[in-house]
């Protein structure tokens, strides 16, 4: 008795290949950049993500954290007492020094009050912690543990006590994303502190220099010249140092001078940083005393008078 050769059906169907399957995940990720890169829908998403992602960055950090604590508590008492009255003395110094430019300030106010002009100054800055680090030597970028919730916005000025760091770029409801002002694709308007020359400082890629590269062979700067922050843009307050000439190169045959400079702010080396906000207020000396408006008061009108 011969069996009859009978048709069987797989149990279960078999899909698109994987290859398929890649090329639809690709095509759909980049759809989904394209519509969030022009119209921002994936933004509630990204920021609902960052919230979740938020407490493993803090548990991450805890070990650096402990460590850094730990350190502390274990160090030697007399080095903490040599490093108490090199502070103490350092602490007395430039307390001497806050009193001539407070003197100096009064004497600026008096001068632009003589003058019918205004001075504006920044009356509000926030400590902030760095939480992570991007590892890509070429993208200069850290996250911090200050978001919306704290008033954190998008282009805001971050610095530390040496200087000028960096400013926001993204913002999340508890942390932000910063780019440092050694990123390739940062650019700063600077001035040279000694006389006034006005240029554009570029990152580079490297923490421990930046570039001048518009400025000609025959401007005024020289190897030492500290650079502020000149205030053009509005998003850094003017007059915060944010590197000093450590090279001039002029060459007859180029047209621009080749210029380095060096970062007055610890890049790669700081945890705390500061964040700066713009709320700027008229001061009024009349009586060679500074006074400051409500720091919630709106900034006067860019078209009136002073």
């Known amino acids: 008795m011969s069996l009859q050769p009978t048709d069987t059906k797989p149990l279960f169907m078999r899909g698109p290949s994987l290859g398929v399957r890649m090329l639809l995940i690709a095509v759909f990720s980049i759809l989904l950049m394209i519509l969030d890169h022009q119209q921002g829908h994936l933004r509630t998403v990204r920021q609902g993500l960052a919230v979740a992602v938020y407490p493993i960055r803090v548990v991450v ?18 080095r903490l007492l040599s490093e108490n009255r090199v502070l103490r003395t350092d602490i007395l110094i430039h307390q001497a020094r806050l ?50 919730r704290h008033d954190v916005f998008e282009g805001q000025a971050m610095i530390d006590a040496r200087g000028v760091v960096g400013q926001v770029t993204r913002v999340d409801l508890l942390s932000a994303e910063a780019i440092l002002i050694s990123d390739p694709g940062h ?48 998003a850094f307050p003017a007059g915060y140092p944010v590197a000093r000439v ?28 500061l964040l700066v906000w713009p709320r700027l207020t008229p001061v009024e000396a009349p009586m060679g005393t500074t006074v400051q408006g409500d720091p919630e008061a709106s900034p006067p009108d860019p078209g009136g008078e002073g």
Not at 61 to 76: I, K, N, Q, R, V
Not at 108 to 119: E, F, I, Q, Y
Not at 135 to 148: C, Q, S, T
């Open 246 to 273: 450590m090279e001039v190169d002029r060459d007859p045959g180029r047209a621009f001078a080749r210029i380095r400079a060096e970062p007055t702010a610890s890049l790669n080396k700081e945890r705390e940083v």
């Open 99 to 148: 009193q001539r430019m407070a003197t100096l300030e009064a004497e600026n106010a008096r001068l632009r009050a003589l003058m019918d002009s205004s001075a504006q100054v920044s009356n509000r800055v926030v400590v902030a912690e760095i939480l992570e680090v991007d590892l890509d030597p070429y993208r200069h970028r850290v996250a911090i543990d200050k978001g919306n």
């Open 61 to 78: 950090d805890l070990p650096f954290t402990a460590a850094s604590w730990m350190g502390e508590s274990l160090s030697d008492r007399g």
């Open 187 to 234: 650019a700063l308007p600077v001035e040279v502190n000694r006389n006034g020359l006005r240029t554009i400082a570029l990152g580079t890629g490297d923490t421990s220099r930046i570039d001048l590269p518009f400025l000609p062979n025959s401007a005024d700067i020289e190897p030492g010249d500290l650079l502020v922050s000149s205030g053009l843009g509005g």
